[in-house]
C-alpha cells in the first residue's frame, strides 16, 4: 500500500468513525457482529443497513474487529517455523553450546565413553514451548548442509538426546558445514 | 472514576472545561456570536467555530496546562478538548441548544456580550454545553469498549454514586467527629471504630444501603437532600433499587482493579489503523453475495474517485487539515507549510485557491458530506 492509499484509507475511517446520529444506540449484538466477522453468519441486508446507519455500531464493529485481529496476530506469534543459529567463534575442539539466534534453542555436546552425544534443550519461557510440549512435538536440527544432527519428540522437560552421528567433532563439523544449524517442526 | 471507554469522568476534566471556555472565549467574537444566534448561519458558525477553536487548542497542545495528563490513559488536557471540539462539529443538536440559550439572551438584551458580565455567562452556557457533550461522548466510549447500552444519564449516576462512596469513605474515616451521620448510614449507635471503616476497602466494598443511608441522612447533616432525595427525576431508576446500586457499585470497582494492571487498553491508531476497513468491506461484501441482495443502482463503488474530481489540491488539503489535523506522519513533506512543518491554515489554502475563508469552507464542508456518505459504501 503506498503512502496516498495509507493516508486516504485513514480519511475514510476518520469519517466514517466521526459521524454522529443523535440517540444513536447499538443496533446490533457483539454475537451478530462476530459471526460477520468469522464469517459464520453473513448479515442479512437488514442488519447491514442497521450497520450502516448506526455509527455507534460501527464503532463496536471495529472494537471487536481490532481485537480480532490482536488475537489471531497474538496466536501467529505463538506458532512457531523455526529457529535457525550460528557457530560464533571459531571454537577449537571445545564446543559445548551453541545457541539459535531467537535465543530459544540450545544444543549441548557431551564427551561421553562412547563418543559426542548431543541434547537439544528448549527454553520453557519461549512463546510456543507450552504448545510444542503439550503436543510432544517432532522437532528436527540440522546442519548447513542439510543433514541430520537429531530429530525426534521432545520429552516432557523439552528435551531431546541422540548420538553425535558425524565422524568429526562438532567444532569442526559445523565448521565445516558452513557453520550453521536450524531447528525445525518435522519428524527426522 | 475510570469505566470501560470512558475519557472523561477523572480528574482532568476540570482543566479541560476550563481551557474549552479559556479558548472559547477567544474565538467567539462578537460577529461569530451574532451568526450562531441566528438559524440562518448557526450551522456556519458551528463550522467556524470548530476550525477556530481547534487552532486555539493545537496552540495550547505544548503549553503545560495543555500538555498535562487529564486521565490515567495518559490523553493530555489539549487532546480531551480537541476531541470534544469534534464531537461537537458532529453532533448539530447540540449546537443549536447553545445557540438557541445565546438567542434567548440576544432576546433580552442585543448587546448582551458587550456587557461586563458577558465572559462569565458565556463561560456558564459553555459549561454547559461540554458539561452534556462529555457525558454523551463518555456513554458511546463505554457501548463501543463493552458492547453494552448505556446512557449520558447512567454515566451521571455512576459518577454520582462514586462521590458518594468518596464522601462515605471520609465520613468513616473521621467517624469521631461525624458520629450521628456514620451512624445513621451504618443504621446503629457508633461507640467505637465501626469495622466496616476498614472494611471499606475501595467502592466494590461500599454497601448500597449506605449510599441510600447516606443521602436519607444528607437532608439534615449536609448542605440539602442528598442525590437519592431530591425531586428530581434524575435518578429515577435507582431510588428503591438497592441492587441496582449494588451492580453500578460492584462494576466501577472491578474496572478500577482490572485497569490498575492493565497500561492503556486503549485502542490507539497504530501503524494499521485502518485493517478494519478490510473486515469492514468483506462483511459488508458478503451480505451482497447474499441471495436475494439487489445491488442498489448509482452507488458510487469506488470511494476514492470521489476524491478526485473537481477537488484541487488546496481544497483537498483542506479536507486533510479538518480531519487528520495540521500534523500527521503520513502528510509528504511538499504538502507542509516548511516554516510550521504542518499544513498550511485554512487562510492560507483559501487564499491559494483565490476564494475567501467562508467560501472555501463552505465548499470544504461540502465536499466533506460527499465523502461522508461515500465513506458508508465502502
Not at chain 1, 527454553?123 to 525426534?152: H, I, K, S
Not at chain 2, 491559494?352 to 461515500?374: C, I, M, Y
Amino acid at each position: 500500500m503506498n503512502a496516498m492509499d495509507r493516508l486516504d484509507r485513514k480519511l475514510r475511517a476518520r469519517l466514517l468513525l466521526e459521524q454522529r446520529v443523535e440517540d444513536d444506540r447499538l443496533a446490533l449484538d457483539d454475537a451478530t457482529l462476530l459471526a460477520a466477522l468469522a464469517g459464520t453468519a453473513p448479515l442479512t441486508p437488514a442488519q447491514a443497513a442497521a450497520l450502516k446507519a448506526s455509527p455507534l455500531t460501527l464503532r463496536r464493529f471495529r472494537q471487536l474487529a481490532l481485537e480480532r485481529r490482536q488475537t489471531q496476530s497474538a496466536a501467529s506469534d505463538r506458532a512457531w517455523r523455526g529457529s535457525g543459529g550460528m557457530l560464533r567463534a571459531a571454537a577449537h575442539g571445545a564446543l559445548a553450546r551453541l545457541a539459535t539466534d531467537d535465543g530459544w534453542w540450545s544444543l549441548h555436546f557431551v564427551r561421553g565413553a562412547a563418543g559426542w552425544h548431543s541434547v537439544l534443550q528448549l527454553d520453557p519461557l519461549a512463546p510456543f514451548a507450552a504448545a510444542l510440549l503439550r503436543e510432544r512435538a517432532q522437532v528436527r536440527v540440522t546442519d548447513g548442509a542439510g543433514a541430520l544432527v537429531l530429530g525426534g519428540a521432545l520429552d516432557a522437560d523439552g528435551e531431546l538426546e541422540a548420538a553425535w552421528p558425524f565422524a568429526d567433532a562438532p567444532a569442526v563439523h559445523f565448521q565445516r558445514q558452513g557453520a550453521r544449524f536450524m531447528v525445525q517442526p518435522g519428524a527426522a | 472514576m475510570r469505566l470501560p471507554g470512558t475519557r472523561y469522568q477523572e480528574h482532568g476534566w476540570e482543566q479541560v472545561r476550563k481551557l474549552l471556555g479559556e479558548c472559547s472565549l477567544e474565538v467567539l467574537t462578537p460577529p461569530l456570536l451574532a451568526r450562531a444566534c441566528d438559524p440562518a448561519t448557526a450551522a456556519e458558525a458551528l463550522s467556524a467555530y470548530v476550525d477556530d477553536l481547534a487552532a486555539a487548542l493545537h496552540a495550547h497542545a505544548r503549553r503545560t496546562r495543555g500538555a498535562a495528563a487529564a486521565n490515567s490513559y495518559g490523553d493530555s488536557v489539549a487532546e480531551l478538548a480537541l476531541a470534544l471540539a469534534c464531537e461537537l462539529r458532529a453532533r448539530p443538536a447540540d449546537w443549536s441548544a447553545f445557540s438557541a440559550a445565546l438567542a434567548a439572551e440576544y432576546g433580552r438584551d442585543p448587546a448582551f456580550w458587550t456587557r461586563a458580565d458577558a465572559a462569565g455567562l458565556l463561560r456558564k452556557k459553555l459549561n454547559d454545553l461540554y458539561a452534556v457533550l462529555r457525558d454523551k461522548v463518555d456513554s458511546d466510549n463505554y457501548q463501543v469498549a463493552c458492547g453494552r447500552p448505556c446512557s449520558p444519564n447512567r454515566i451521571y449516576a455512576y459518577r454520582m454514586l462514586d462521590m458518594a462512596h468518596a464522601q462515605i469513605a471520609r465520613l468513616f474515616d473521621n467517624w469521631e467527629a461525624n458520629r450521628a451521620q456514620v451512624g445513621a448510614i451504618l443504621g446503629r449507635e457508633v461507640t467505637a471504630t465501626p469495622i466496616e471503616a476498614r472494611q471499606l476497602t475501595g467502592i466494590g466494598a461500599c454497601r448500597a444501603e449506605w449510599i441510600e443511608r447516606w443521602s436519607a441522612s444528607q437532608e439534615g447533616f449536609g448542605d440539602g437532600p442528598g442525590p437519592l432525595h431530591t425531586k428530581s427525576k434524575r435518578f429515577e431508576a435507582l431510588k428503591g433499587h438497592p441492587e441496582k446500586i449494588q451492580a453500578m457499585l460492584a462494576e466501577i470497582g472491578e474496572y478500577e482493579t482490572l485497569s490498575a494492571t492493565l497500561d492503556a487498553a486503549w485502542m490507539q491508531d497504530g501503524e494499521d489503523a485502518g485493517a478494519w476497513l478490510d473486515d469492514l468491506d468483506r462483511v459488508l461484501g458478503e451480505v451482497s453475495a447474499a441471495p436475494g441482495y439487489e445491488e442498489q443502482e448509482g452507488e458510487p463503488r469506488d470511494w476514492l474517485d470521489c476524491l478526485a474530481p473537481g477537488l484541487d489540491e488546496p481544497l483537498r488539503l483542506a479536507i486533510y487539515l479538518k480531519v487528520l489535523g495540521p500534523a500527521d506522519d503520513s502528510y509528504p513533506p511538499h504538502w507542509l507549510d516548511p516554516a510550521s512543518g504542518e499544513l498550511p491554515t485554512m487562510q492560507a489554502l483559501a487564499a491559494r485557491a483565490g476564494v475567501s475563508l467562508p467560501t472555501f469552507r463552505k465548499r470544504r464542508d461540502e465536499a466533506l458530506e460527499r465523502l461522508r456518505a461515500a465513506g458508508e459504501q465502502g
